[in-house]
């Protein structure tokens, strides 16, 4: 059992040294392309980008309110991951949960306090689950590829709602969904009060709370619980799990449906933070759902490693803001972090390098 502990550690601290290890190689990309960009510039920049949420309070705020939806939907892709599915259509469920939120919280002004958020929330999760269980549903009994499938899925989630938004709540002035009324707001709990600098506030909300409650509750249920066992189980050999008596088309289908509720409430925790944010009517697919994939691949798959890397990008997307008073275009940062999630991708190539050294010092 010691020898065992000893190994998993090994492996863990391996794991986390790839992830650090691309994350400094993109940070040098990053800061190659500021010097042949704008030499004279190219230290402020990358100051920029490194001091990036730590600029000042509001700057702070801001990294909690970016990282609040990407943690909930690399929550969503890691967790279909290790169940042995690649959920790539979070951002049909983000979307779709998204929008019955708003219009939870556009249309049911009736619900007294705080059961209007919470209802709004709560009807986010129902719709994503719902979205991912479509695919679950054809993989379990069809044995339709998910991928196929979920991509489908992101597009006739995405013509839908504009289709229902233009329909139900929309504001042709702005081309985007209607504000939803304050009650539906996430509580603020003090946070914009905290992160701000003067008058310019930031959106700091209790949404960033409720990420790391259902990213701890992912954690239990995939790592102490027997339904997560089984989960995991029919994910790494279904014949195995089917041999073992576990129901392995459940299984399918109660993975991608927790997986968009995951998805569903990242849409709603980003419409519902009181920003004035509305869902623009464009057909343009929900980068937020496919940004869970790299923040899912960075953590590792592992909820508590995604908290971790989702509050890196939101750090590093605040810090590409900041880095625009040096003349940088903004679309630097999105090479670094592309180049961060490449290096991520190859994270076995990496871990290898790490356990031949490690091979290597015991030999030695």
Not at 168 to 180: A, Y
Request: proline residues 2%.
């Amino acid at each position: 059992m010691e020898k065992m502990n000893k190994k998993l550690l090994g492996a863990s601290s391996v794991n986390v040294l790839s992830s650090l290890t691309a994350i400094l190689v993109g940070l040098l990309v990053g800061f190659l392309i500021l010097l042949v960009s704008n030499a004279s510039q190219a230290l402020g920049g990358f100051g920029a980008i490194l001091s990036g949420g730590f600029a000042n309070r509001r700057d702070m705020g801001q990294v909690f309110y970016f990282a609040t939806p990407i943690i909930m939907t690399g929550l969503s892709v890691g967790f279909s991951s290790r169940t042995g599915l690649f959920n790539i259509g979070a951002s049909g469920q983000f979307i779709v949960g998204a929008y019955t939120a708003v219009l939870v919280g556009v249309k049911c002004s009736f619900l007294p306090g705080h059961l209007h958020w919470i209802g709004a929330l709560l009807a986010a999760m129902l719709a994503g689950a719902l979205w991912g269980s479509i695919p679950g549903f054809l993989k379990a009994y069809f044995n339709v590829n998910e991928v196929i499938a979920c991509i489908m899925m992101n597009y006739i989630g995405m013509y839908m709602v504009n289709f229902l938004i233009t329909k139900t709540i929309f504001d042709p002035l702005k081309n985007q969904s209607m504000r939803v009324v304050n009650a539906a707001n996430l509580p603020k709990m003090g946070l914009d009060q905290i992160f701000r600098e003067g008058n310019n506030v930031s959106s700091a909300n209790s949404g960033i709370f409720l990420a790391l409650i259902f990213a701890v509750v992912i954690y239990i249920i995939l790592e102490k619980t027997s339904f997560g066992y089984e989960l995991k189980a029919c994910g790494f050999n279904r014949e195995a799990a089917r041999y073992a008596g576990i129901n392995e088309r459940r299984s399918i289908v109660a993975s991608m449906v927790i997986a968009g509720a995951m998805a569903g409430l990242g849409g709603a925790l980003l419409y519902l933070a009181g920003s004035g944010k509305g869902i623009t009517v464009v057909d343009v697919l929900a980068p937020e759902g496919f940004n869970g994939i790299p923040v899912a691949l960075l953590g590792l798959n592992n909820p508590l490693g995604i908290i971790f890397s989702g509050l890196l990008i939101a750090y590093l997307n605040v810090g590409g803001f900041n880095m625009q008073l040096y003349n940088y275009a903004p679309q630097v940062i999105e090479i670094i972090i592309a180049v961060i999630i490449y290096f991520s991708a190859f994270a076995l190539l990496i871990r290898g390098f790490f356990n031949s050294l490690r091979a290597h010092r015991v030999k030695g």
